[in-house]
């Protein structure tokens, strides 16, 4: 990690990645990072964020060893990224887990293993990032989820739950902050099939979704409150027959978003 004077103002934006030791991760910190973000990117061992650190050496990466099954490890990750950059202004909820495995060969035991991570991890994580980000009004929440709840695939029922109920979360944390934080913007980002080791060998490559994620991570547009992205493309909610033919005969329709890139 670049040497910081821990007295000096503090003037980038200072962003928590988490499980960024691997795949869409360690991309989205690499992006980050370039373009002069401090970093602190989450990770279960030292020696999985070591070849990152390495490879961020000229840049503000700060590696953070914690499991995000465990909340207490979540709220010391915190706060040693308040000791090196200061209060967190940007997280990306991004640490999962894709084990395949039967219904059959599942135990209530493995099960909820998975759910400690996919989803324990982000509430752990909204939870000390939104008690940092409610002190200004300000702050940038992504959460990375999937369509996997709503197409399940064979051998992954404990995976598709635990990303369908982050969806869920993602919803619920709108409903209780929209009003009341407008400047704390969340959004909910499906990153798509990625060519990483949890993802397929003809996916996008990550470098380049971290492109769309840094673009959506990096906006205070609060008119992303409680959007959802699909890859690069905002996924707009259904309308009603009535709302549509009226947007239509005004010229008001609503053309989903795309992030650059």
């Known amino acids: 990690m670049t040497e910081t004077d821990p007295t000096a103002p503090q003037t980038a934006p200072i962003a928590v990645v988490t499980g960024a030791a691997r795949g869409l991760g360690r991309a989205l910190a690499t992006e980050l990072c370039a373009r002069g973000v401090c970093v602190a990117g989450i990770g279960r061992s030292a020696t999985s964020l070591a070849p990152v650190t390495e490879a961020l050496a000229e840049h503000t990466f700060l590696p953070v060893v914690a499991d995000m099954a465990d909340p207490d490890a979540v709220a010391a990750a915190f706060r040693e990224v308040d000791a090196a950059f200061g209060p967190v202004e940007i997280l990306i909820n991004n640490a999962a887990v894709y084990p395949h495995r039967d219904i059959l060969e599942e135990t209530p035991g493995s099960f909820m293993d998975t759910l400690a991570i996919n989803l324990g991890g982000p509430v752990a994580a909204n939870h000390e990032a939104l008690k940092r980000m409610v002190k200004t009004g300000q702050g940038r929440i992504i959460t990375v989820t999937s369509y996997a709840g709503r197409r399940p695939a064979p051998m992954s029922a404990a995976y598709s739950v635990s990303k369908e109920a982050a969806r869920a979360l993602h919803r619920a944390l709108h409903a209780d902050l929209g009003d009341r934080f407008p400047g704390i913007i969340l959004t909910d980002w499906i990153p798509g099939a990625l060519n990483t080791e949890m993802g397929i060998s003809n996916g996008l490559d990550p470098a380049r979704v971290a492109r ?34 009226f947007e239509k005969v005004t010229g008001r329709a609503r053309r989903p978003r795309v992030l650059p890139g």
Do not use: T
């Not at 959506?216 to 959007?227: C, F, I, K, M, V």
């Not at 690069?232 to 027959?241: T, V």
């Open 212 to 245: 769309w994620g840094a673009e959506l991570a990096l906006s205070r547009d609060r008119s992303l409150n409680g959007a959802i992205f699909d890859e690069n493309r905002e996924d707009l909610p259904p309308q009603s027959f009535k709302r549509r033919l």
